[in-house]
């Protein structure tokens, strides 16, 4: 079991949402986050004086899957995400060594 | 013996000014969303609770003694008010600086058309103590700005009302200094805006800038207001609310002048906040929502004084003038002066009320205002119209605002600094974790706490 997160733009989520369903993924949790990356922040003026947005807004997307899924999600996320543009965001991908469902106590697998 | 008519007439004429009182007095409704909007959130519960408490603090102080001060010697048969309540307390002749008389309310002759002034004018006077709630928003400690509110409305105001409106000497300078028909204001750009400018330019110079606002450079940072959509709300609740204000300020609505007045209001408030539009999308590139509500408010500032006496035109060229003074002001104000102003009241409020002041001098046709001021001007004239009397009466008043009015106010911040125990400013952690807390015991938006980076 993997755990697959994701940086996107805000404005691409339901993108992203969409092509994961397609691709079979059952659930998945997201988070309005902040960060800066090689995008960089940028300037605003505010009654003509600037000031600088350091942290640019973007979702974060956690969802877990099988190992034989990574790859599938992980390009779903990839195409479904890409404006072209700097500031598109990553996916990265972590081994996790337990999974339960609260309700039943399954783990594994079967818990996804 | 007054026939019917007349008595109807007078009749509908308090009920104008009464009408015109509710329309000024939610103008603080106005003014209280503007600068709540304009300032962060984690000072919103404060700012917005200033604006609340000020109609209260100062109509204390006006009631027992500010509008005796400033309106004991006025009369106005148009509304009944026939004979003054009081007399000169300080000064006689054309030289009347204070007047004394109904005390509280409880001396004199009480009459539904004194009461009716009193509401009119009480309602100004928290205009003028609203003011620098704006320009020392963020780092005015409560206790402080209680006194202020008292003194605004006992005091301050009445000083220069007494000596313009309530029949003082700068209304007599026609007769004692040949000037015009003497200091002409019709609905306040000077005695309301311009006097409570000052007193927001005073305040923000004792207070000193918010934690922040100038960078170790000395450039002027942005500290964006959080909520755009109140302060604009706010800026058209105050449009809503200077139709009383200037329209009213005819004392009569059978003075049909009444409609000419309330059109120029809005005409200069339209052409004000078009011109802020572009002018500071030309400046910086975006139509900044501050700058749009900035621009209207400097139009219906500087429109007030000169509104009953001038043509359409002129009230036009007032507002883009206006607009453009505004905006500029907002930036001498911070980047020359590095004086922290959140809101532009010093930009609105002070260089407009001036502006609209000498405006008076300068657009007015002649066409309204005979005997003014107990004058025998057949109707102001401005410089349009080769007359330079009535520029002379303007500027000498707003001489005196700058040069009475302002140190008075310096110096009563000033002093009050001094005397207060750490001074009139919020302790430095109070400010930076939001004044809400610590000065008001509650957060204005408890739901949303916590997401600020």
Redesign the interface.
Do not use: A, D, L
């Given at each position: 079991m993997k755990l697959i997160t994701a940086i996107v733009k805000p404005f691409k989520v339901d993108d992203v949402k969409d092509a994961l369903k397609s691709a079979g993924v059952q659930g998945m949790t997201v988070s309005e986050v902040?960060g800066f990356g090689r995008q960089g922040g940028h300037t605003?003026?505010?009654?003509?004086?600037?000031?600088a947005i350091d942290?640019v807004p973007k979702v974060k997307l956690e969802l877990v899957v099988d190992d034989a899924e990574v790859d599938a999600v992980v390009e779903a996320i990839r195409t479904s995400a890409n404006t072209g543009k700097i500031g598109d965001g990553k996916v990265w991908v972590t081994d996790i060594s337990r999974l339960i469902r609260i309700r039943t106590g399954e783990e594994g697998s079967n818990a996804i | 013996m007054q026939s019917e008519v007349q008595v109807l007439g007078t009749q509908i004429n308090l009920l104008w000014v009464v009408i015109g009182a509710m329309l000024v007095i939610f103008m603080q409704a106005g003014f209280a969303l503007v600068e709540t909007g304009f300032c962060r959130a984690k000072h919103a519960a404060h700012v917005v609770a200033t604006n609340f408490a000020i109609f209260g603090l100062g109509f204390v102080g006006f009631f027992f003694v500010g509008f005796p001060f400033a309106f004991g010697g006025f009369s106005f048969a148009g509304i009944g008010l026939e004979q003054p309540v009081g007399e000169a307390l300080i000064g006689s002749g054309n030289w009347i600086f204070l007047f004394q008389g109904g005390w509280a309310m409880s001396s004199g002759t009480i009459t539904p058309a004194l009461l009716g002034l009193f509401l009119y004018m009480v309602a100004f006077m928290d205009t003028v103590a609203t003011i620098p709630t704006g320009s020392m928003a963020e780092r005015w400690k409560w206790s402080s700005f209680t006194i202020w509110g008292i003194f605004c409305g006992a005091i301050y105001y009445p000083l220069f009302a007494a000596w313009t409106w309530g029949g003082g000497w700068l209304s007599k300078t026609w007769d004692t200094m040949s000037l015009g028909a003497g200091y002409v204001d019709f609905a306040g750009s000077g005695v309301v805006h311009a006097v409570g400018g000052v007193a927001a330019l005073a305040g923000a110079l004792v207070v000193g800038p918010r934690i922040g606002k100038f960078g170790a450079d000395g450039k002027p940072r942005a500290l964006p207001g959080h909520h755009i959509p109140m302060a604009m709300l706010g800026t058209f609740i105050l449009l809503f609310g200077w139709f009383g204000f200037n329209a009213a300020s005819t004392f009569a609505a059978t003075d049909v002048q009444f409609a000419t007045v309330a059109t120029n209001t809005a005409i200069a408030g339209a052409f004000g906040a078009v011109t802020a539009m572009f002018y500071i999308t030309k400046r910086t590139g975006k139509p900044d929502p501050g700058m749009m509500a900035n621009g209207m408010l400097a139009g219906l500032v500087a429109v007030t004084a000169p509104c009953a006496f001038i043509a359409p035109w002129a009230a036009a060229v007032i507002g883009v003038i206006a607009a453009v003074l505004a905006i500029e002001t907002v930036f001498i104000v911070e980047r020359k002066f590095k004086i922290d102003d959140p809101v532009g009241a010093i930009a609105v409020h002070m260089m407009n009320g001036i502006f609209g002041t000498l405006a008076v001098g300068i657009f007015s046709n002649g066409s309204y205002g005979a005997g003014w001021n107990g004058s025998s001007s057949k109707g102001i004239e401005g410089i349009i119209k080769g007359d330079w009397g009535q520029l002379g009466a303007q500027a000498l008043g707003v001489v005196v605002i700058l040069g009475v009015i302002f140190p008075i106010a310096y110096g009563f911040f000033k002093i009050q600094n001094k005397l207060t125990k750490g001074g009139i400013r919020s302790a430095e952690e109070d400010e930076i974790a939001g004044l809400d807390l610590p000065e008001m015991g509650v957060l204005a938006y408890p739901e949303f706490s916590g997401g600020r980076l």
């Open positions: 902040k605003e003026t505010y009654r003509g004086s600037e000031y942290f | -």
